[in-house]
Every structure is written in C-alpha cells, then in structure tokens.
C-alpha cells in the first residue's frame, strides 16, 4: 500500500522558517521524482518545488525560488522541503507527490496529472 505521509507544518510569524518532510513507503522511493504542491483558501492547487530521482536536479516556482530547497534522501524513502522568509502568501496546505516522469518540461513537472501518488497534507500558517 502507497502512502505519503506529510509533517512539520504549523504557524509561524513572517520571516520565520520551517522544514516539512514527506515519508514514503509502499513503492520504489528513487525511481519517482518527488514535488511539493500547494493550496491556498479559495484557491487551486500550485506547483511549489519538484526534485529528480537521483536529488541532483531542481526546479522552483518564481514565488518561493531563492526561499525554499528542496531535498531528499533516498536511502530514507523521505523528501524535505526547507522553508525560509516565509511571507502570509505560503500559507497554504502543502502536499508532497510522487511521478514517474524523468524529463522536466513545463508540459510534465508543474501538472498533478503527472503525479501517481500524493499525501493528504499539511497545514502551513504565515501570520503577519
């Protein structure tokens, strides 16, 4: 049985900084690449971050590049996602997801389509 299991999400004030991780298990771990939506009250679902199998290759939104890393550890079937100068605009329920694409394209990385498994979520609160 696949699962993607979020945590590390709660409240913090502006500026301030917080690691989510995603545990994985049921699947081969370091043959999907790993990405890190979210969503907003009131508002679709947004691609955050996505990471080859391999971690050696990344690709960010325009809202959160310079801010955020994505990272994962393959050995430990888990995914990070370090967050940074958080401003009240992440706050958001961030999900992680697992596709089995390997050629990164505006065409693949950023579309849920793409994905094969998610997680439920997690809570992030940016308060001003």
């Known amino acids: 049985q696949v699962q993607l299991v979020e945590s590390g999400g709660g409240s913090v004030q502006a500026g301030g900084s917080l690691r989510l991780s995603c545990a994985a298990s049921?699947?081969?771990?370091?043959?999907?690449?790993m990405a890190w939506f979210r969503q907003a009250p009131g508002k679709g679902r947004e691609f955050v971050a996505v990471i080859n199998r391999g971690g050696g290759f990344t690709i960010y939104a325009d809202s959160v590049e310079g801010r955020f890393t994505i990272s994962r550890v393959n050995a430990q079937n888990i995914m990070y996602l370090q967050m940074n100068s958080l401003e009240p605009e992440d706050t958001a329920v961030y999900f992680c997801a697992a596709g089995r694409f390997t050629t990164f394209q505006t065409e693949t990385y950023p579309r849920e389509k793409q994905y094969d498994y998610w997680g439920q979520g997690t809570q992030v609160t940016v308060s001003s």
């Open positions: 049921g699947y081969t771990f370091s043959d999907y690449s």
